[in-house]
C-alpha cells in the first residue's frame, strides 16, 4: 500500500468529486472514499480530473512496485483557475516514471518543488498544456531525472525560474519552446545535457531588453560553438 500525507483540501477535493459523480451529497470520511470510488458505475477509475488543488497530492508517498504513474488533471474546469501545485510529488518513493496530463488552457499552474527530491528519471509532461505560473524549485534536487519529456512553454511566467532545475545532476534531455524563456536560470549542475536539449535551450531564450544569465555546467560551456556563443549574446543573454 502507498503512504503518505494528502492535505485536508485535496481530500476535500476527492469527496467533492465522488458527490459529482455519484450524484449524493454523503459526507465521507477517508477511510470510506475507497469503496465509494469503487462503488461509482463507470467504475471511477478516474477522479484525478476533478481535483483542483494539487498541493502535496503524492507527498512522500511510498508507490513500492509500481515504477510508473499516469493521470490526467484539472479537465472540468471551464473558466479561468489559479492552480497550486506546490510539493506535488515531492519526496516520492518507487515511482521512476510519471506522465502528466492536461489540456485544459483554463489552468493558471503554480509549480514550486513539484517534483523536488524524488528517485524520478522521466517526467512526461508532453500532454500537460497548461499556463505555467510560477515554476521556482520545480525540479530542484531530483538528482536522478535523465528525461523531460515534452515542450514546455515559460511564456506565462511571473516569477523568477532561476533554480527550476538546480541539482538536476543527471538530466540529459529537456526541451523548450523556442523564445519563451525571458528569465535567468541554471542548468549549472546538469553536466551530461545531450547536444540537442543544449540548442533546445538556447532556442529558447526569448530576446530580452534587460540582460539575463542562463548557466550551464562547465562540460557543456566547453561544448558550445561559436554559432551557439554568438546566439545566446545576440539575444542579450549572458552566460555564467
Same mark, same amino acid.
Not at 467533492?16 to 461509482?40: F, H, L, P, Q
Not at 484539472?74 to 483557475?81: F, I, R
Given at each position: ?47 484525478? #480530473? ?160 534587460? #540582460? ?29
Amino acid at each position: 500500500m502507498a503512504n503518505g500525507f494528502i492535505e485536508k483540501e485535496v481530500m476535500q477535493d476527492i469527496a467533492n468529486a465522488i458527490r459529482e459523480k455519484n450524484g449524493s451529497d454523503t459526507k465521507y470520511k477517508a477511510g470510506e472514499m475507497g469503496d465509494a470510488v469503487r462503488a461509482i458505475e463507470s467504475g471511477g477509475e478516474d477522479l484525478f #480530473p476533478y481535483i483542483g488543488n494539487l498541493t502535496k497530492l503524492f507527498f512522500n508517498v511510498d508507490f513500492g512496485d509500481r515504477e510508473e504513474l499516469e493521470i490526467t488533471l484539472m479537465e472540468h474546469l471551464h473558466t479561468m483557475n489559479n492552480i497550486e501545485a506546490t510539493y506535488f510529488a515531492t519526496g516520492t518513493k518507487g515511482l521512476r516514471k510519471i506522465k502528466v496530463n492536461c489540456s485544459n488552457r483554463n489552468v493558471i499552474i503554480n509549480t514550486p518543488n513539484m517534483f523536488n527530491n524524488t528517485l524520478l528519471e522521466e517526467v512526461d509532461l508532453s500532454d500537460f498544456k497548461v499556463c505555467y505560473n510560477n515554476i521556482s524549485n520545480m525540479f530542484v534536487y531530483a538528482y536522478y531525472l535523465k528525461k523531460i519529456i515534452g515542450e514546455l512553454d515559460f511564456s506565462t511566467l511571473t516569477a523568477n525560474p532561476t533554480n527550476t532545475f538546480y541539482s538536476c545532476n543527471a538530466l540529459e534531455e529537456v526541451t523548450l519552446k523556442k523564445e519563451t524563456l525571458s528569465r535567468g536560470t541554471t542548468f549549472a549542475q546538469s553536466k551530461n545535457l545531450s547536444d540537442r536539449s543544449i540548442q533546445s535551450i538556447i532556442d529558447g531564450l526569448a530576446t530580452v531588453e534587460t #540582460p539575463q544569465t542562463i548557466y550551464f555546467h562547465s562540460n557543456v560551456v566547453m561544448k558550445l560553438t561559436e554559432e551557439q556563443m554568438v546566439q545566446i549574446s545576440d539575444k542579450n543573454w549572458n552566460l555564467g
